[in-house]
C-alpha cells in the first residue's frame, strides 16, 4: 500500500519490451534506500516489484495487463517519473489509501496559474468519473490529490508549490496521459452495494437493521 506522497523524482534508464509485457529500469537514489528484492516501489503510480538492484537503479518487470492500464508503456529513455516507495506499518498517513493498482489513463486538459498554485484539468472517461467526487482523493501519476471540480468530461485539482517541485505534475503539457487512480474505498461500496441495488427502496434504515447495523 502507498500513500500517495512522492519521495523521488527518478530517470527511466532501459525498457526492454517483450511480446506483450516489458522490463522497466529506473535510475533512483532515495528509494533505494532500505529496498531489497521483492520490495514494492510505486512508479509513476504503478506497483511495481524490483527484481533487481543497483547502487542508483532498480529493475522491475510490467506485466501486459500494467501496461494496457497505464501510460507506462508509453515511456521513453530519460523520462521523470514520480516514486514511491510502499508504506512501512509504522509510517505516517500522509497522504490515502493508494494500492497502486491504475484504474486507467486521462489525458491533461490544460493547466493554469492562480497566484502560488496551479490548476490541472483532466478528461477522463465515465467509467473512471463515476468514482471521482469532488474533495474527494484521487492519484494522478501517482500524487495525492484532493479533487475540487468534477463535470461530466473531466476534473481538476490544485496543486500547490511544494507538490509541484516534488513531482512531475507540472511538467505536463495539454494531450500528455496520465494514470489515474481512483478512491479505493467507492470502489468497495459499490460492490457490497450492488445486489441490493435494484431492491425497492434500496439501502434503507429497516435493511440496516436487518443486517446488523444498530442505532
Known sequence: MFTGIIEEIGTVRRI???AKGARLTIGAKTVLDGTKIGDSIATNGVCLTVTSM???SFSADVMAESLRRSGLGALQSGAPVNLERAMPADGRFGGHIVSGHID???????LRREDNAVWLAVHAAPALLRYIVEKGSVAIDGVSLTVAMVDANGFSVSIIPHTGAQTILLGKRPGDTVNLECDVIGKYVEKLLGPHQDEPGGITMEFLAQNGYGF
Open 16 to 18: 526492454e519490451r517483450g
Open 104 to 110: 486507467g489513463t486521462g489525458t491533461v486538459a490544460s
Open 54 to 56: 543497483t547502487a542508483d
